[in-house]
């Protein structure tokens, strides 16, 4: 009740004074202590004198107790010191409350209600039924956190949308950004989209741009006003027009605000970023013509002198002579260190191997969130049927 009660004032001042309004009135003349009573008043006076103050007492302790473990105020960073001291973004708008801030270790929980509030790499952010907040990332991205929902900033060009639903204005700069979720990943280079994650079920509606969607078995790409679902009792990746999910979204976006100053402050600092060199994880092409043979696999080879410890792993993807999605798959950074024989088999699923095309694009990204060191790889090959 204290926490509701002074919520507006921050307990920024003494708050004796307003316990002790909500008291009963005190009788001077009543004797500080002992078992006699002043003319006129019975020993019940006495009594309830002792009672009242003990009462007082005990909610100036409440109050203290109240004081020290108070949710911090958000600390309020300069604009001109805006670019040194963000660790990964800030907030850019809050609306209906504030926002909880859990700690990489769950250890502490924050209840934020400003803006200007540094984001932290692996910090959780959570809305309630009735909030949202608007996140500007270090990079320039910004993201809208709607109501009931959890999101944790894994990496400059990463996030984890762990349930709820977000929509992603990303800033172009040459390097993917990724969102996670428990269903699969979503990838792009700088486009706009709606992510919701519900009942594990994860939908992805794109309003401009292109975005890459994918789980463990498959992907496929979706051009503006494309919407596709993925989950466990998804059967598959499939692509379509949805009028309604564009217009719906549209309709949440504008249901948050931000804070004007701030975002401007947010957007010079993001802007100052911008000419720094950033290195970007190189991602190779390989073109296999495989004529009228089926393809049951892929083989990829790599130089033994070009692996160093905690190497990172790499994504396939394969696409047909059209460019159209076939599969995917991964090979895991440990391979290039436990291989004796520097080459990996990845098979392909039976949907891959009946694609009718002569022309395979093999695309090999590499994973910069599974280690530190790349592999250099040398070829890859398709392997076909006798």
């Known amino acids: 009740m204290l926490h509701r009660g002074f919520s507006r004032d921050r ?21 500080a202590c002992g078992h006699e009573s002043a003319p006129g008043h019975s020993e019940t006076s006495s ?6 103050g003990g009462v007082a007492a005990a909610l100036l302790l409440v109050a203290g107790l109240t004081w020290l473990s108070w949710p911090t105020r958000a600390p309020v960073i300069p604009a001109s010191n805006q670019a040194e001291e963000l660790l ?62 959890s999101l944790t900033i894994t990496s400059s060009r990463s996030v984890r949308l ?18 996670k979720t428990p269903e699969g990943w979503i990838t792009v280079m700088g486009t706009a989209f709606g992510v919701s994650v519900e009942n594990g079920r994860t939908a992805v509606t794109v309003i401009n741009g292109m975005v890459q969607v994918e789980n463990d078995t498959n992907f496929v790409l979706l051009a503006k006003d494309e919407h596709t679902e993925m989950g466990s009792a998804v059967a598959s990746l ?68 070009s692996v160093k410890p905690e190497p990172m792993g790499y994504s396939i993807y394969i696409r047909d002579g059209s460019l159209k999605p076939l599969a995917k798959g991964y090979v895991p950074g440990r391979i290039f260190t436990d291989s004796p024989s520097a080459t990996f088999d990845l098979v392909l699923p039976i949907n891959a191997r009946k694609n009718g095309s002569s022309l395979l694009h093999i695309s090999v990204v590499p994973d910069a969130d599974s280690g530190v060191n790349i592999t250099e790889l040398s070829e890859v090959y398709a392997l076909t049927e006798p």
């Open 11 to 31: 307990l920024v001042a003494d708050m004796t004074s307003r316990v002790m309004m909500y008291l009963p009135d005190m009788d001077p003349e009543l004797p």
């Open 47 to 52: 009594y309830l004198k002792f009672l009242v």
């Open 88 to 149: 990964s973004g800030t907030i850019l708008g809050l609306t209906n409350g504030g926002i909880r801030v859990i700690n990489p270790d769950g250890s502490m929980e924050r209840y934020v209600t400003d803006t200007r509030y540094p984001l932290e790499r692996n910090s959780r952010y959570e809305t309630d039924e009735t909030s949202g907040a608007v996140l500007g990332l270090e990079d320039g991205t910004q993201v809208r956190l709607f109501e009931n929902s």
């Open 162 to 179: 762990e349930r709820g639903s977000a929509y992603f204005e990303v800033t172009h700069n040459g390097d993917r950004f990724r969102v």
């Open 238 to 305: 499939a692509v379509k027009k949805n009028e309604t999910a564009v217009a719906m979204w549209l309709s949440k976006i504008r249901s948050l605000e931000v804070d004007r100053k701030v975002e401007e402050e947010w957007i010079r600092a993001a802007g100052s970023r911008t000419g720094r060199a950033h290195p970007v994880r190189a991602e190779r092409v390989f073109v296999v013509d495989v004529g009228s043979r089926k393809v049951t696999g892929l083989r990829l080879e790599w130089r033994p002198d």
